[in-house]
């Protein structure tokens, strides 16, 4: 039988080429190794072994901000079609001295760049006697609520996908913990 577990550990390192109070431009390098992942099945999340994200950002009033983040995935090689994402997230932010508390919400888009051929896709969702390409693009909603205390910020993510072609119906639970300096 095949495996319905795995894992993965991605690295990042990142860099802002603006950061000014009312606005920011950052880029960042992700590496993303699989451990134990069967692609024999179809995973989620997906698995990009290098990909290149922007972000960009802008406050509005001290508690309103918008962020774009565009992502490019080179996917597993061969196993995983590369890909591309955005999002749009509109946040508010309350102020408590050293402490900040936010939520973010907005859009989510993804989408192949590249496709492939694979027998067992075809077999289970296409029509016999044809090319069984699978690509996908999807839509969804993002959530993401922080609490900071000084330079140190604890991060949620929540994204569910609502509709699209060749994706199920799935939810991606992120948390991070960072640190400016």
Do not use: C
């Not at 983040?69 to 955005?86: C, E, H, M, P």
């Not at 999807?138 to 900071?148: C, E, I, K, L, S």
């Not at 330079?151 to 929540?158: H, Q």
């Amino acid at each position: 039988p095949i495996s319905d577990r795995g894992g993965f550990a991605s690295l990042s390192a990142g860099f802002n080429a603006i950061h000014e109070p009312g606005h920011a431009l950052g880029f960042a390098l992700v590496g993303t190794l699989p451990v134990d992942v069967d692609f024999d099945k179809f995973v989620e999340p997906r698995i990009d072994f290098i990909a290149l994200q922007t972000t960009f950002g802008v406050r509005f009033t001290p508690a309103l901000t918008h962020e774009s983040r565009l992502y490019v995935g080179s996917g597993a090689f061969g196993d995983q079609n590369a890909t591309i994402a955005t999002s749009q997230l509109l946040g508010v932010e309350w102020r408590s001295g050293e402490w900040k508390l936010g939520l973010r919400l907005g859009p989510y888009f993804d989408g192949d760049l590249t496709e492939r051929v694979d027998a067992r896709y075809g077999a289970a969702y296409g029509p016999a006697g044809r090319d069984n390409v699978v690509r996908m693009m999807r839509f969804g909603v993002v959530t993401a609520p922080h609490v900071a205390y000084g330079p140190v910020a604890l991060e949620l993510l929540y994204l569910q996908k609502l509709f699209g072609f060749d994706p199920p119906a799935t939810q991606l639970y992120q948390a991070g913990l960072r640190a400016a300096f």
